[in-house]
């Protein structure tokens, strides 16, 4: 069943189209990504989502609820951590996590939350003093500590170094494994590809695709190497999995599927083919993007 419903939703700031017609669902227990560049509509469609603004036009429904009109019913089943969210320097830890808790009728103990998230040796710590990724662990607590049965994490790695983004990942599928389905909103191609069961791609206030990563890369992967003179590739255009064959000179791409780059391979030995600079290429979330939009994922 789908936990989240978005139909033709529309938004305009100036007269200008930020969101034109962006539809999608999210399914139960499910960490679904919404991926684009900076200025794509993101941010703008998370916050029609939980009610935060109000669209200019289409539908929403979150767990069945009309998140502008039903606010205070949806709010306390629904945790979020903001893309700027920030607290007092000399707030504790503890102090955040128990003035968060009173937001909501029926909140979880905190002081579970701390010893969940690694947090029970900061309690007394100000959150000024904390580092990126324990910062990252208490901003998910505080979404977590309302219970909710959805989560929205928005940019959630923006800023980490790459052990604590990495880190913050595992936190993330923690949190789909006990049971709340998460909405992950990124710019980071590597961090959907982790962590999104499916993604949205959002470019110019439009989905543009929406699938499993897999499905988004399709699965394509291409084979490179140099033959020495006078050797041929003919035949490989043949072989199971394979898809494309462009010689250059004594420069060779194979693109293809599956195991394809093992029949490549013995295909080669068979015919006593000697090869250099062997290389194998996956297709990128970057290259799908490219092939949707005809530019790249960082063009502004």
Known sequence: MAVIDVTDLRKRYAGRPVLDGVSFAVEAGEIFGILGP?????????????????????????????????????????????????????????????????????????????????????????????????????????????????????????????????????????????????VLVSHFMDEVEELCDRVAVLDRGRVVALDTPVGLVGGEQRMRFTLLPGDSVAGLDALPGVTDVTRTGDRVVVTGRGDFATAVTAHLARHRVTVSDLRIDRRTLDDAFAALTGRSFTDR
């Open 38 to 182: 900076n200025g794509a509509g993101k941010t703008t469609t998370v916050e029609c989502v939980e009610g935060l603004r109000r669209p200019d036009g289409g539908s929403i429904r979150v767990l069945g609820l009309d998140p502008y009109t039903d606010g205070r019913a949806l709010r306390e089943q629904v945790g979020v951590q903001l893309q700027h969210t920030q607290l007092p320097e000399n707030i504790k830890v503890w102090e955040a996590l128990d003035l968060y808790a009173s937001f909501y009728a029926r909140p979880r103990d905190w002081r579970e939350l701390l010893e969940e998230w690694g947090l029970a040796d900061k309690r007394d710590a100000r959150f000024g003093k904390l580092s990126g990724g324990q910062r990252q662990r208490l901003f998910i607590a505080l979404a977590l500590v309302g219970d909710p049965r959805v989560a929205f994490l928005d940019e959630l790695t923006t800023g980490l170094d790459p052990q604590a983004r990495r880190a913050t990942w595992e936190l993330v599928k923690r949190v789909r494994d006990h049971g709340v389905t998460v």
